[in-house]
């Protein structure tokens, strides 16, 4: 044993193996975190885990340390009370030294642990912690990644604001984890709307999208290709009546002042509407609409839901993609070449195919289109082989970002309610038959949303008019 008179707090310390280790793990955690801090200070951090370590792991050793401390100190009280009378040193002066130390070493330690625990907490809020440490999550993080939101936290969505909203996403966080370490998450996970759970409010998309705005107007271009052996490229265009919450228009007809749509659903996805009640505070309208098909025959439940950003928007940010849409757009992009024949038939068949894993279907993918040509157009693929080449990883890679075979998650699995080709969408309301006692139905007009002003056309007129024909389908979103 050291001279105790020496070294008054190695000797309180070392009476007990458990403050050993308390003081062994917290100068680990605070050596090891020094060490990895200036990389994960210089950006991102692609890895996750490398996250997960040094900002969940550290901490929890770090604080571990620092209970064990003194827990040691209390189990050995007896010996060290012995120890300062039998080891003869100057009790007053050992005393004031270890209270300089645990002063400094308090401060130290409370400087490292809020930032090593702030570090935890904001960690755990990234993106990359919400997406990526969760494999289950990753066709949410996919499509994510793939959005207009993809700089945006999936916390910035996900958490309402204050108090309450952290610790309701914190609850259904360790839900969350305890399935996937039981492995009993279920597949596909069902979407928030459909469990009622963290779905972002009004408010939370006001955070960040000027009520009073939204826009005006939006001139959308689409572009589409046929199944033909030259892709045959048609453009429909649309002028959408966006407007605003001031504003008539689309948003200022749902979510304008004084405004409440509520309607109840036969499903929890809301995909059958099967009564819905409109109130105009300003003009003192109420008006409630009742589908009148047989298969949507309502049932007398009153409507409760209020009609809010997300019963349209529903996939602002995992917007999931079907095959056709997918393969038009890197076609306009150029990822496919358009000059190889039925380039966008054979794409359409193969990312329709059924694969057991993305692994298979990034085996079989490309090298069947590589064996299309081969067999089928022999002089394109000896001149063209490279684009052919490219043209395959193009299409797998809207396969690896929509169908994630192992999760359950495919082609439509989570319908998008923005529009209402690829599913009911706005005609879950505005199909022509719900219909008010007075006779009046939800309207159906084909320009009261969007006024067409061209649709499928090869080289639309109100395009050249502008002047932007070729420039805008490098332009386009969609
Ligand atoms: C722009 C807002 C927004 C952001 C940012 C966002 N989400 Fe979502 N998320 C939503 C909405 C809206 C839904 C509800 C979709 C539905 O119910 O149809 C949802 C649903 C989900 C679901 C349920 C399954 C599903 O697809 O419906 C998961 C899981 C999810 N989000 C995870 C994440 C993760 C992980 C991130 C960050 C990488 C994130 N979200 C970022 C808006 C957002
Ligand atoms: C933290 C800020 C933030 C929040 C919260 C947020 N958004 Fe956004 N949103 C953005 C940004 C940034 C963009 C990209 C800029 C742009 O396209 O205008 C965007 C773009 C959009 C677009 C345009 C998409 C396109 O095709 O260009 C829509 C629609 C949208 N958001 C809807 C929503 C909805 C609905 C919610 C709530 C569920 C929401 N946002 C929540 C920041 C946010
Ligand atoms: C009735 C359905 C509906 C509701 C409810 C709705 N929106 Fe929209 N929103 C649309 C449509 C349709 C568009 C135009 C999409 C397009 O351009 O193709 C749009 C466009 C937008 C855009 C993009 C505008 C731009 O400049 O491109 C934003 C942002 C947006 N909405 C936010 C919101 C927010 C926030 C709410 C809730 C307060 C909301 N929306 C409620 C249907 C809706
Ligand atoms: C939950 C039912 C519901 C859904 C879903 C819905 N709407 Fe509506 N919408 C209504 C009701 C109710 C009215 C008011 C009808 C009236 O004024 O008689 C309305 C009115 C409108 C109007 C004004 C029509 C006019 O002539 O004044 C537009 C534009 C519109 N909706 C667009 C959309 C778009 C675009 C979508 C899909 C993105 C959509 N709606 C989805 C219920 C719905
Ligand atoms: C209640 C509003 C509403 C009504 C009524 C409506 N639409 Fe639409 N339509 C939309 C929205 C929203 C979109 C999606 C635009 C986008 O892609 O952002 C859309 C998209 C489209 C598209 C492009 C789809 C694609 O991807 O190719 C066509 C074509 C179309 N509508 C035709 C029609 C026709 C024809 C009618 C009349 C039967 C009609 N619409 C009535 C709201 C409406």
Redesign the pocket.
Known sequence: MPEPNQRPTWFLISQHWLSVTGVVLVITAVLTWIFILPVQLRGHVDNPYAGLVAFVLLPVVFFGGLVLTPIGLFLAKRRIRHGFSSGGFDRKNALRRIAIVVGVTTVLNILIGTQVSYRAVSHMET?QF??GTCHV?A???AA?QNSP?SR???V???VAPGASGWVSSKAAGTRQLVETILKSSPKP??????TNRL??ARETCEHCHWPEKFSGVNLRVLTKYAPDETNTRTQTVLLMMVGGDKYKGIHGAHVGPGIHIRFAASDPKRQTITRVQYENESSGLKEEFVASDSQKAAPDGTATIEMQC?DC??????TFEMPEPGLDKALALGEIAVTLPYVKKESAQLLQATYTSQAEASEKIPSQLNAYYQQNYPSVYSQRGAEVDRAGKAVLAIYNRNVFPELGVTWGT?PNNLGHTESPGCFRCHDGSHTSSSGKTIPQDCNSCHEPLAMDEASPEILQKLGIAERISALQRK
Not at 313 to 318: A, D, E, I
């Open positions: 993106p919400c997406g999550m066709p949410e993080y994510y939101h945006v936290e999936c910035g969505c996900h996970i069902p979407s928030a709307i459909e779905v972002p997300v928007h529903n996939r602002p940010t995992h989570y």
